[in-house]
């Protein structure tokens, strides 16, 4: 169980360990917007006008990213292409093509609803396509898998918790996950809260609910 084991591990050293000032300072800027998706939407707007205006262009001939620190320069860099239709979103339910055979929650994903809606849209279309009848509760937060993979235990859980809470109430048969580093997250809840008498079987039993769209399409069987 070595994934187990040195997440335990990073968070006892982020528990001990002083970090510099500067990396506390980015992490803090982390933490605050990219779990949430309206925070995230309002910080791509200016992006999308650097992109599309032609300055990204500029400024990378310039070579004036070698001036900022190493960490914003590392995300200008990785930054993808900001879609025009920021602020579009995808219904709370939504009816199957065919007969229906499957009531599916989909996590709508933080990161994965402002810059690759696209691939919301394509999943949508496929489970649709498959005879599963979705829900996306638009009440649903972050998954908690930066704090995870950040070492925050608390804070994870407390993510961990909403989100249990929320596809609890939708009432669904299965979760379907279309971003590899939120469902490994999602299908290990019953570890991050195996201490919580409260939240522990809770959290086993929502995770054992959780799929990534693949294992869906597998496990359905063909339609007649």
């Known amino acids: 169980k070595y994934d187990k084991l ?5 968070a006892q050293v982020e528990r001990n360990i002083p970090r ?21 939407r309002l910080l791509a707007l200016p992006l999308l006008l650097y992109q599309r205006s032609g300055l ?40 199957p093509n065919a007969k229906a055979r499957l009531r599916v929650g989909m996590l709508a994903g933080c990161v994965q609803q402002v810059f690759f809606q696209h691939v919301n849209e394509a999943t949508v279309r496929v489970l649709r396509a498959e005879g599963c009848e979705i829900f996306i509760p638009p009440w649903q937060q972050y998954c908690g898998a930066l704090m995870v993979h950040s070492f925050l235990e608390d804070d994870a859980a407390n993510f961990a918790r909403r989100m249990i809470a929320t596809f609890e109430a939708a009432n669904v048969d299965v979760i379907v996950i279309n971003a590899a580093g939120c469902g490994s997250t999602m299908k290990e809840y019953g570890h991050l809260l195996r201490y919580d008498p409260a939240w522990a ?14 294992e869906i399409l597998c496990e359905l069987p063909p339609q007649s």
Do not use: W
């Not at 040195?6 to 990073?10: K, L």
């Not at 039993?205 to 990534?212: G, L, M, P, Q």
């Open 6 to 10: 040195i997440e335990d591990t990073r």
């Open 20 to 40: 510099a000032t500067s990396d506390v300072l980015f992490r803090k800027m982390l933490f605050a917007t990219f779990p949430y998706a309206n925070r995230l």
């Open 56 to 95: 990204q262009k500029l400024v990378r001939a310039s070579g004036l990213l070698r001036l900022i620190p190493k960490q914003l320069s590392a995300m200008e860099h990785l930054l993808p292409r900001v879609p025009a239709a920021l602020f579009r979103k995808l219904p709370a339910h939504i009816e």
């Open 201 to 214: 079987a809770r959290a086993v039993s929502f995770s054992a609910k959780c799929k990534d769209i693949s």
